[in-house]
């Protein structure tokens, strides 16, 4: 029926991708409706300061970088463990090929959420007169999209290394947060400060990241999901049915 595996990759993430990204319009128009009722407030006092203080400097983040794991721990060590890989390496298909869909799956995927959130954030500002721009909506769902990525491919080269998603899991949210409290450290502590360029949370959302602009840090994310793909690509060369669990 499909053939890619890269496109059988998309067609088996519809419907989780589809409800993730209804919930995430959902979650962003709800935050803009509530703008009109709180600008008068003490806080935030721009409609880009309260979005980022209410969703992109925590809320969204968590939410993309869960599904980013999710399904990069699904996509390789998943189909591992329920033993639908073999089916992959019974096909002329290169390991490294394969590895390469996944991921490719997965950015895809990211994007759409990230698309959501560029589509809700811009509708919701036009809707409740938050004033962010188009090129503000941009940045702020680029940052979250790479942060997702990042650990995204993170789960899936673990997965792809060891065949275990509970061990794709654990190790990307473990690095996860780890970069998250490095991230808040270094505003609580200044003489943290200094180790808060090498976080990606930080490289994500340090600066905003509604109302940012495109930061040079964005290019460290995509880097560190490159060579990430780069150490899972050998990691199915070599294995056959008999070697993929």
């Known amino acids: 029926m499909f053939r890619t595996v890269?496109?059988?990759?998309?067609?088996?993430?519809?419907r989780g991708l589809l409800g993730w990204s209804a919930a995430i319009v959902a979650l962003v128009l709800v935050e803009c409706a509530l703008w009109p009722a709180v600008r008068d407030l003490r806080g935030p006092?721009?409609?880009?300061?309260f979005l980022n203080h209410q969703l992109f400097t925590l809320v969204l983040p968590a939410?993309?970088?869960?599904?980013?794991?999710?399904?990069?721990?699904?996509?390789?060590?998943?189909?591992?463990?329920?033993?639908?890989l073999e089916l992959l390496f019974a096909t002329p298909v290169s390991g490294a090929r394969i590895v390469c869909e996944k991921a490719l799956a997965l950015?895809?995927?990211?994007?759409?959420?990230g698309?959501?959130?560029f589509?809700?954030?811009?509708?919701?500002?036009?809707?409740?007169?938050?004033?962010?721009?188009a090129a503000d909506a941009a940045g702020g769902a680029l940052a979250t999209t790479l942060l997702g990525l990042e650990y995204g491919v993170l789960?899936?080269?673990?997965?792809?290394?060891?065949?275990r998603r509970s061990a794709a899991v654990g190790v990307a949210?473990?690095?996860?947060?780890?970069?998250?409290?490095?991230?808040?450290?270094?505003?609580a502590v200044p003489r943290l400060a200094s180790w808060q360029p090498y976080s990606p949370v930080h490289q994500a959302i340090g600066n905003g990241p509604l109302g940012a602009g495109l930061q040079l840090s964005y290019l460290w994310l995509l880097a560190g999901a490159a060579g990430l793909l780069i150490v899972a690509l050998p990691a199915l060369d070599g294995r056959d049915i008999s070697t993929s669990r």
Do not use: Q
Request: hydrophobic share 55%; proline share 0%; aromatic share 8%.
């Open 155 to 163: 789960a899936l080269a673990v997965g792809a290394l060891t065949g």
């Open 6 to 14: 890269y496109l059988k990759s998309l067609y088996d993430a519809r």
């Open 119 to 133: 589509a809700a954030t811009t509708a919701g500002s036009e809707i409740f007169a938050l004033g962010i721009t």
């Open 173 to 187: 949210a473990a690095a996860a947060t780890a970069a998250y409290l490095v991230h808040i450290a270094g505003d």
């Open 63 to 84: 939410l993309f970088v869960a599904y980013g794991v999710g399904h990069g721990a699904r996509t390789l060590a998943g189909e591992a463990e329920r033993g639908t």
């Open 107 to 113: 950015a895809s995927s990211v994007a759409v959420l």
């Open 45 to 49: 006092n721009t409609g880009a300061g």
């Open 115 to 117: 698309l959501a959130v």
